[in-house]
């Protein structure tokens, strides 16, 4: 029998974490196994990849840009052994060595979140990625984990019907975990509190801004041109 891991005790990346068991919709309850969000996945070592493989990871969909991928290539080891698709959520590097106009934007978090969730383009290719995806389960990463992973996660978890605390909740540990990272708690301490921090607010105005929309959530992937079938089949993957 497989263990269910709210964090996955991993050496070589500190935020990968469930987006199973928490309430959902009608009664049900988001499924464990279905959905990891994470942190870069360069540094894992051998007995991480092993975890995860039997974890039944089949899926990695990397949303980091072109530049991020270069400097820190996924455990090419891993990805011999599963699906891999790259699809960036935004172009710019916002790895903490990133340019440093696009490490600004990282102050006004709330904005990023927004301008991410006008790239409809992106979306419903991600969510149709989701859809086609292998049997198993599927695993999103940026750098940290936390923002444009962030994002993701909050669309799926609203797909399924999880209430607004329990987002919150999800998107705010990332904070907490990130300071198991030496190379991000030596930024949060030296001035770069911005590139670790993950506070409510934040993630509100996404979802304030999906929220607002007839039907929701799912008013607004239909606005992003994704199918009812599509988010009907991902919302069961979800759920299990």
């Not at 039997?54 to 290539?73: F, N």
């Not at 929309?213 to 606005?223: A, M, N, Q, T, V």
């Amino acid at each position: 029998m497989k263990r269910n891991w709210i964090r996955l005790p991993l050496k070589g990346a500190q935020n990968v974490r469930e987006l199973g068991g928490l309430p959902a919709m009608d009664g049900h309850q988001t499924a464990w196994h279905a959905f990891l969000r994470s942190d870069q996945l360069s540094g894992l070592t051998a007995e991480d990849r092993e975890m995860l493989l039997a974890y039944g990871l089949s899926t990695v969909i990397d949303l980091r840009s072109p530049g991020e991928t270069k400097k820190r290539p996924d455990s090419q080891e891993l990805l011999d052994s599963i699906l891999y698709c790259h699809i960036p959520f935004m172009e710019a590097d916002i790895s903490p060595e990133g340019q440093a106009g696009a490490l600004d934007s990282l102050q006004d978090l709330g904005s990023l979140y927004l301008s991410l969730l006008e790239r409809k383009d992106v979306i419903r290719q991600l969510f149709r990625q989701m859809d086609e995806a292998p049997d198993g389960c599927i695993l999103f990463h940026c750098t940290a984990g936390k923002d444009r992973t962030g994002v993701l996660a909050l669309m799926l978890l609203m797909l399924a019907g999880v209430d607004r605390q329990d987002c919150e909740t999800n998107y705010m540990q990332s904070f907490t975990n990130l300071t198991r990272n030496p190379q991000f708690a030596y930024l949060s301490q030296n001035g770069y509190h911005y590139l670790v921090r993950s506070d409510a607010e934040d993630i509100d105005k996404a979802y304030n801004h999906i929220a607002s929309y007839p039907h929701g959530i799912k008013g607004f992937l239909e606005g992003c041109g994704i199918s009812r079938a599509c988010m009907e089949r991902v919302c069961h993957r979800m759920l299990g």
